[in-house]
Each structure stands twice: as C-alpha cells, then as structure tokens.
C-alpha cells in the first residue's frame, strides 16, 4: 500500500493557469508561484455569487490524537460533487510546521483525496505564515523598542503587556522566557514568551478581515497594554500599523492549488480550533463562493471547537449562511470515546464502538442548536469491519440521520458519490434556519456559559482570581460586546482530556481570559490548554529527509 506522499507524487500535475482557466478565471489574474501555486486576487469576489452558491460545512466527533481525516473527505466530498455534476471547490486551511513536524503530520488530506503539491503546501508553500510571523513580531520589536526609550509615547509600562513573540513550531522552551537580559543596551528585562503562529492575534485578524483596509483597521485596535497613567495602548499608538499591513500584501491573497483529480481548491489562513477559532479566511470562503456554486469548507478538531467559533464567529462576523454539516466519525474515535486503549483501534470491537457512539450523538445534538441539517459520514479506514459500520447505522436508523461510509481515502471522489447526491437533494428540501448560538450584546459571561452548557454539556462554570481580574479589564476597556473563542483541550467535550465519550456534571475552569480586539473576539482560557504546543517523544521530524535530486520522504 502507497503512502499518502507516495500517492501524492505519482500523481501527475497539472498547470495551474490550465486549472483557473477551466473555472474561468484568466492567467492575468493570477499571482503565480511556479507552475502549481497561484494566488488569487480580491477583485474576483462576487457578492451577488455568494448569495447564490452553497456554503457546507464538514466538522467532527471528538478526535484521536491523529485526527479523524475531515480534511481527506473534505477533499474526496468536492471531488465526489464534481464527479455528479457540480460546480464545487474545497476551501480548505493551510497546514503549520507544528503538527506537520510533531505527532498529526500533514494537513493536505490523505490517500486519493488529497491536495497538491503535497510538500510544498505542507511545507513553506507560498510564505503566508511567515508574513503573519514577521508582522506580529515586528509589533513585538516594536513594543521593545517603545520600553527602551523612556520618553518616547505613549509611554508603555511594561508590567502590562502581555503580547508575545510567535513561531511556527512545537517548542515547549519558548512557553515562558525572560528577554531584555545583559544591561541597558540589550533592552528592558521582562517575562514574555512564544506562541505558535496559528494561535497569533496576527493569523486571526487575517481569516476575519474583509479586505487590506479591514485588515488595517483591525491592525490598529490589537490591544497591547496600559501607559503607567493607566490609559489603554493599541498598535495605531505605536504607528505600527501601516509596516505590518506591508508585510501582508501578499499574505492576504487566497492560495489555488488542484485535487488529485485535476479540480481547483482554494487554501487560505490556518488558525488551530483549540487555541484560536480554527478556520479559513473570510476572503478564501468568499472567494470559493464566487468561483463556484458549492463551496465545502472544514472547521478544526470536533463540533464543540472548530464549528461552534466557525458559526458563532466567523459567519457572524461575515454574514455567512451555511446549508449544511456533514458530521465526521472514524470507527476508532469511536472506540476510544468507549475507552479502549490507543494501540487497540485497529482492533474489531463493535461493543467498543457502541460505547463511543454518545460522544458522536452529543456532535449531532450541538448541531441542531444552531439550525443546520446535517448528514454523517463514516470516514473508512482499511482496519475498519462491516459489522463495526453497521453499529453506527443501525442507531441512527430510527432518529431519521443519514449515515455514510466515505470511502475517500482508497477511492477519491469515486467513494463519495452517494453522500455528494444526498447532501445536494437534502439542501434542496430542507431549509437551513442558521442561528448562532448567543447574541453579541450579551455579557461575556451569559456568552461563556451558553458554550459551556449548551455545547459543552457543563454542569457549571468556575472563574479564577486572574479571570475575574481579566473580566473588569474587559468591562473596563469596552470590550465586553465582543464574542467568545474559548481554548479548550480537543481530546474531551469538558477542559479534562481524561473524561471521554459524552461526560456529565463537570464544572468548566476559566483560568483567564485573553483580548483579541483587533481580531474582535475574547479567548476564554480553561484548563490546562497551552497555545504554544511541544513536540512528543518520537516527532514526525525525525523521519522526514530531502535526497540529492530534490525529492521529499517520511512526510506524512
């Protein structure tokens, strides 16, 4: 059997002018990046299309350590669409060195439903976190520079601010450090540290905004501290803003690359859902909704995390319209969520997986709260056995849910062709009544406990001393109309990653509480959850080499 990167280079590629120019978009338009990337330019997007085009979201149970493959059958489903008839494109997030590096690997989906080039997307691609890493780090020198220089506005005190450095890598080191060390020349010692790229302010503000100006106009309310006369600092009172939006000319452009089957897909913005709101750009969705009639799009780790911020920030924040969700369950999350062992599913076990099944049944509730019909889909891998499928089947069977099998990966589009068909009359007769889960105006508060409750399944919710302390900063600053990302392990429905399958009567923690103003969201901390992550024992890294002729093994 082929690897997924075996697969992915003996595919033959085609040119990417040839790809736009079959979707009619001109070579004109394209910024390229060698024969097989281009970007995209924003006079291309067509409101009056989008109002038009289907917008469907694929999200997930809670995952395994390596992930359930919604990425993979994002890919196979828009294959499988164009394969009945359908003008459909994927848009999809780019993939961070962390997990490509660390445990996950890849995130260009897997075996015949994949998007390439493979390595370059996976790898640098067309420098999109670059940018954001040198945009947010110039603020960082910026702010450094302001401390040195004790009589230069606006004066900050450096006690207060909390902005750090990113990169885009596991580096569990870099979590808590002290800069500014060796006299005054080396700059004005304080405790900082690093977080990943994905879960910069930089990266959220990029897959929220409209357009340049919208992305300047975020730039500058990015809250940075106070002066030592308690007055609020923002990056506009460091004039930082107009460099950093130059760092982002380019960044700001949607990405097309091809399917293994020759069909485009748009990949843009790569925020994580457990630390930041774990979706695409705002202009990538809305570019694949002009190109296109059907758009596919997936949200980060499970329902709880990835598509609750995708519906209540994202779409609020865009007045997007999603038409449906397809669900996304794996036979071995299943069998973990009935507590087997990680080195036991690839075993068959239909009791396991019977076990596992309310975890899968609380998903398909939270969808239901924000009025999105919604079908599930078995993604199949080759250890899975019938009679494991037919457990799922079976109890959904009554309830009136659509169960799939996507046999994506083995077979592309080819293997998805019934849930393709199903989908589109399932869009056509019933009716999406999108509504988001809070209303903006509430108190950040009344937000939190919504998404604990109601998604999380929360008894109650707990506010350390720091949070409390977070939340009149917060009241104090005027930002309290703001919605809530909350961080959360992506392992348990609760902040605990030991309490698996469907847990009950938990108490939620909010450690503390984080200010993206100029992203225009709030991050709830709760738990344990780090937004710089480490490596594992055995990284993926140690298996990924380069031969004399340029060719790329141990990716995966």
């Not at 059997?1 to 003996?10: P, T």
């Not at 959360?488 to 469907?502: C, E, F, V, Y």
């Not at 990924?544 to 002729?549: A, G, K, N, P, V």
Request: charged share 25%.
């Amino acid at each position: 059997m082929m690897s997924d990167l075996e697969i992915a280079q003996s595919i033959k590629l085609k040119n990417i002018t040839e790809i736009a120019n079959d979707w009619g978009i001109k070579e004109d338009d394209l910024y390229l990046y060698g024969k097989h990337k281009a970007k995209l330019p924003l006079n291309l997007i067509d409101y009056d299309k989008i109002e038009k085009s289907k917008l469907i979201l694929v999200s997930a149970i809670s995952p395994t350590p390596a992930g359930e493959g919604k990425t993979t059958v994002s890919i196979g489903l828009s294959e499988a669409f164009n394969r009945i008839g359908k003008k459909f494109m994927p848009v999809l997030r780019e993939p961070s060195l962390g997990p490509v590096f660390g445990i996950k690997g890849g995130a260009t989906g897997g075996g015949y439903s994949q998007v390439l080039p493979m390595e370059d997307i996976n790898l640098h691609f067309t420098g999109d976190f670059s940018a954001i890493e040198k945009a947010h780090n110039l603020l960082s020198a910026l702010i450094a520079n302001n401390l040195q220089f004790k009589d230069k506005e606006p004066n900050i005190d450096s006690r207060t601010v909390l902005w750090k450095r990113v990169m885009d890598m596991n580096d569990r080191a870099l979590r808590r450090i002290v800069t500014g060390l060796g006299g005054i020349a080396y700059g004005v010692p304080r405790e900082t540290g690093f977080d990943i790229t994905a879960a910069s302010e930089i990266m959220a503000i990029l897959c929220l905004a409209d357009s340049l100006e919208d992305l300047k106009r975020r730039f500058d309310r990015i809250f940075i501290g106070y002066t030592y006369d308690k007055k609020p600092v923002y990056a506009k009172d460091l004039k930082a803003t107009g460099a950093m939006a130059a760092l982002m000319k380019d960044a700001i452009k949607p990405n097309l690359v091809q399917t293994i089957e020759g069909n485009p897909a748009i990949i843009h913005g790569g925020p994580f859902a457990n630390i930041a709101q774990g979706t695409n750009s705002v202009i990538a969705t809305r570019m694949g909704l002009s190109l296109s009639d059907y758009v596919i799009t997936e949200a980060g780790f499970g329902f709880d995390l990835g598509a609750e911020k995708f519906f209540d920030i994202k779409c609020q924040s865009a007045g997007l319209k999603p038409q449906a969700v397809v669900l996304v369950a794996t036979i071995r999350a299943l069998k973990y969520h009935g507590h087997a062992k990680l080195n036991e599913l690839t075993q068959p076990d239909p009791e396991r997986v019977k076990k596992g099944l309310p975890n899968l049944e609380k998903h398909l509730e939270n969808i239901g709260h924000f009025g999105v019909p919604a079908v599930i889909a078995i993604n199949r891998f080759p250890t899975d056995t019938d009679e494991e499928i037919q457990v799922i089947k079976e109890h959904f069977e009554e309830s009136g849910v659509q169960v799939f099998v996507a046999d994506v990966w083995a077979k592309g589009g080819e293997g998805a062709t019934d849930i393709a068909t199903a989908i589109t009359e399932m869009i056509d007769a019933v009716h999406s009544e999108f509504t988001p889960l809070y209303k903006n105006e509430w108190s950040v508060e009344e937000k939190i406990a919504t998404v604990c409750q109601k998604v999380y399944g929360a008894k109650a919710i707990e506010y350390t001393p720091q949070a409390k302390r977070d939340l009149e900063k917060i009241n104090d600053l005027g930002l309290n109309h703001l919605p809530v990302c909350i961080a959360k392990t992506q392992k348990s429905l609760s902040d605990n990653p030991k309490l698996l399958g469907r847990p009950k009567d938990f108490v939620i923690t909010i450690r503390e509480i984080e200010i993206a103003s100029g992203a225009g969201f709030l991050i709830p901390i709760s738990g344990a959850i780090l937004r710089m992550p480490g490596l594992p024992e055995f990284p993926a890294a140690e298996k990924i080499t380069i031969d004399d002729e340029g060719n790329i093994s141990g990716l995966f």
